[in-house]
């Protein structure tokens, strides 16, 4: 698990979990969301961002943007063809299904790649 913290005042404020897709691909959580992809190319170097939230009073404040840039600065750093999301179609309960807004991962350029039922699968190329 490799995960990113933000903070504001010596208290966590915020928290992304990206890995190498690889890794997720064993997760029960990670089988929820894609056991309709079987597409998957061990060949690609993919970063998942497979959860990311920011606490509630804290939004609107600029940190799930500098926390998500911050992820892509340092996938394009390792090496990484790739980024995925995988925000809901609906919106949900944020502290069950915490995986970041849709109109956030839009703005960073992030395109639709696929649908699974509840998910979009939101990829950009690095």
Same mark, same amino acid.
């Given at each position: 698990?490799?995960?990113? %913290?933000? @903070?504001? =005042?010596? +208290? ?8 190498? +897709?690889? !890794? ?13 992809? /079987?597409?998957?190319?061990? &060949?690609? $170097? *993919? $970063? ?12 609107? +404040? ?7 840039? @911050?992820?892509? =600065?340092?996938? *394009?750093? &390792?090496?990484? !063809?790739? *980024? =995925?999301?995988?925000? &809901? /179609?609906? =919106?949900?309960?944020? @502290?069950?299904? #915490?995986?970041?807004?849709? !109109?956030? #991962? +839009?703005?960073?350029?992030?395109? %639709? #790649? ?9 990829? $950009?190329?690095?």
């Amino acid at each position: 698990m490799q995960g990113y %913290l933000a @903070y504001c =005042e010596n +208290k966590v404020v915020g928290w992304c979990n990206a890995n190498r +897709k690889s !890794d997720c691909l064993k997760c029960g959580g990670w089988q929820l969301i894609s056991k309709n992809d /079987k597409a998957y190319d061990p &060949n690609l $170097k *993919i $970063k998942s961002i497979f959860c990311f939230t920011v606490a509630p009073d804290m939004r609107r +404040k600029g940190i799930a943007t500098q926390l998500l840039s @911050y992820v892509c =600065e340092e996938a *394009i750093q &390792n090496g990484f !063809d790739y *980024i =995925e999301a995988y925000p &809901n /179609k609906r =919106e949900s309960n944020v @502290y069950y299904d #915490y995986v970041g807004p849709l !109109d956030l #991962y +839009k703005k960073f350029g992030f395109a %639709l #790649y696929k649908e699974t039922d509840q998910r979009f699968v939101m990829r $950009k190329r690095l």
